[in-house]
């Protein structure tokens, strides 16, 4: 018989290092001589779209087309340290020290073109498309190249705010910012076979500003399959510390077709310590699915499972058991 | 350690070189389990003959009474195949359900039985359709029914000498049908952990004839006759599944003494072998057999 069950699950998860542990990027804009714009970071981009964004910032803040922006990413002889891209951390950390630097940068060119104008006042100058003009009178304008000689370079530090836990009590405060996340899904569990099928999910994401919302929604994609291989498949067999379940012929991660159509919901909330109020949503996105699919394996049988992965084995063992 | 590769032109080549160094060759189709074992160093022999390109093994013929198709046959041409989509439905759902599209692209149904695997998807319901296998030599070819041709786990009775040239079974008719149930870990990609295809033949409601072949529940795919005896010339009303299934997980449990996917086997076999007779009963039932195309 194939019974039906829904579950939801909330979780909240720190951004960065956390515990005290330094956390810091270290990020370059410049303008050189011939106008151009290059960032450098070392943001690596392992698919989450890390470049993507840090060039929509950049563009934001400068008045510039993303093809108008030439960023230097994952090369160390010609960046700093912007730290792993891991810890859901690029886009708070690295996106943060982004925006200082180019705020400066952007401060910084505004103070050239004010003497280059002659105008007693920044009051009113606008960048765009690399020209600086004043909004109330556009002829009063100059581009980049007219106005650098010698290439502007800023460099700025962002460092994350965390605090090391006390070990007796267990307080303090580990992270910030902290990123919400509620999931819920309805499943499908043949109780001859064990098989779990998740026919339904809907996921609502708190990304304090989607700066770029078709990536949030392929993160959720990726996250919650994630989630689901977590939950129902994935099995290491760890025996003595070494992966005896080590082949992916036999190490199952979801396909394409046991994916559920997911509904989305980007909750929008802006941090204000964070890059236009953006945080990062990598593990975010991942964590609620195994809890919120338990759930609904419960709904659906009235068995409570406290280990992962539950696997159909698993699932007639325990209904079995309750007969 | 594989130092050699033949690209044969026709069969007759093929067969010529296997009758002179049959003991040395081993054979490559669709290659997505070979070339696995490849790279793992598990072949031993040194000359590797490519038989993927060989035509005269590549097609599907639908005569009066018999369906032959030949073993260099992909899954792909067998599932687009209109007649085995509408009338050998659970052919037609054993070879879809193969690997992915980049598998079923590639591998050939006559790969699929010379690989002897116990969990390989076409070879229940060929099974249940009383297959034959016709194998061919150098001025020889015999017929062996695919329920003989399975010796041992991962061997089959062809010679150095001899190729599998075509499998053969009877035309479904009225009131005839096959069905195929699979367990797999997830909805592609999954390798079998429990399959289940029967041939159903009603008359008058009571079933005239039927054949149940199971896979992943033993060394290599079989027919499970104890169960066919139990159901054969019965009406249908007066069959209660729930005691067959509970008989069936009964000789899982005996077969698989030993093992650690016993519990688990002789649970879900259940649930598969309920599926697939339901199914088979509903196909023969519905003279267009269109009706549960899944």
């Known amino acids: 018989m194939k019974k039906r069950g829904k579950g939801i699950a909330a979780t909240f998860y720190g951004t960065g290092y956390g515990n005290g542990f330094p956390d810091v990027s270290k990020a370059v804009a410049e303008v050189d001589h011939d106008g151009n714009v290059n960032i450098y970071v070392c943001a690596t981009e392992v698919g989450q779209g890390a470049k993507t964004i840090i060039i929509q910032m950049v563009a934001e803040i400068l008045g510039l087309g993303m093809n108008d922006i030439h960023l230097i990413s994952e090369d160390t002889s010609q960046t700093l340290d912007t730290g792993t891209a891991a810890a859901s951390r690029q886009t708070y950390n690295t996106g943060n020290a982004v925006k200082k630097a180019v705020e400066v940068l952007k401060s910084k060119l505004l103070e050239k073109a004010k003497e280059h104008l002659k105008l007693p006042s920044l009051l009113g100058l606008e960048v765009k498309d690399k020209v600086i003009y004043l909004k109330t009178f556009p002829k009063k304008r100059v581009c980049f190249k007219d106005l650098i000689e010698e290439k502007i370079s800023v460099e700025e530090t962002f460092t994350a705010q965390t605090v090391q836990m006390d070990e007796e009590t267990g307080q303090g405060a580990p992270y910030w910012p902290y990123t919400f996340s509620c999931y819920g899904v309805e499943v499908e569990v043949d109780t001859e076979t064990g098989i779990i099928e998740v026919i339904k999910g809907v996921c609502a994401q708190d990304v304090g500003r989607a700066i770029n919302p078709e990536l949030i929604e392929g993160q959720i994609d990726g996250g919650f399959s994630m989630g689901l291989g977590y939950g129902i498949m994935e099995k290491l067999n760890c025996k003595d510390g070494e992966i005896k379940n080590n082949k992916f012929s036999k190490y199952l991660i979801p396909t394409a077709l046991d994916m559920p159509e997911l509904e989305k919901i980007i909750v929008e909330d802006p941090e204000s310590s964070a890059p236009f109020g953006a945080k990062g949503i990598g593990e975010p996105v991942i964590l609620p699915a195994a809890p919120a699919i338990l759930n609904a394996i419960y709904d659906a049988i009235g068995v409570r499972f406290y280990e992962i992965p539950v696997t159909p084995d698993k699932v007639l063992s325990e209904i079995n058991r309750e007969i | ?294």
Not at chain 2, 6 to 26: F, M, Q, R, Y
Not at chain 2, 87 to 112: E, F, H, Y
Not at chain 2, 144 to 173: C, M, T, W
Not at chain 2, 227 to 242: M, T
């Open chain 2, 1 to 294: 350690m594989i130092n050699k590769c033949i690209n044969p032109k026709t069969v007759e080549e093929a067969l010529d070189i296997l009758e002179s160094n049959g003991k040395d060759v081993k054979l490559i189709a669709g290659g997505t389990d070979l070339v696995i074992d490849l790279r793992n160093n598990k072949i031993d022999k040194n000359i590797l003959m490519n038989i993927s390109k060989l035509k005269e093994l590549r097609f599907i013929t639908i005569d009066e009474n018999e369906i032959t198709i030949g073993s260099g046959t992909k899954f792909i041409e067998i599932i687009e195949n209109q007649h085995i989509k509408e009338k050998i439905v659970g052919l037609w759902k054993a070879c879809k359900s193969v690997g992915s599209p980049q598998i079923r692209n590639m591998g050939t149904i006559g790969g699929n039985i010379c690989n002897g695997s116990m969990a390989a998807d076409s070879v229940p319901p060929l099974l249940a359709l009383d297959a034959t296998a016709l194998i061919i030599g150098k001025n020889k070819t015999r017929s062996v029914p695919l329920r003989e041709l399975y010796l041992d786990k991962g061997k089959v009775d062809i010679a150095d000498d001899e190729i599998l040239y075509a499998i053969k079974f009877h035309r479904l008719r009225e009131k005839e049908s096959i069905s195929f149930e699979k367990l797999g870990l997830r909805k592609a990609l999954a390798i079998a952990r429990i399959s289940c295809s029967i041939y159903i033949n009603l008359e008058n409601n009571s079933i005239k004839d039927i054949k149940i072949a199971t896979g992943a529940l033993g060394k290599y795919p079989q027919r499970e006759n104890h169960i066919e005896k139990r159901l054969v010339n019965k009406k249908v009303d007066e069959i209660i599944l729930k005691d067959i299934a509970e008989e069936m997980s009964k000789h899982v449990s005996k077969r698989l003494k030993g093992r650690s996917s016993r519990s688990f086997k002789s649970i879900a076999i259940k649930g598969i072998f309920a599926e697939a007779y339901k199914s088979a009963i509903k196909g023969a039932n519905d003279e267009s057999h269109k009706s549960h195309n899944k």
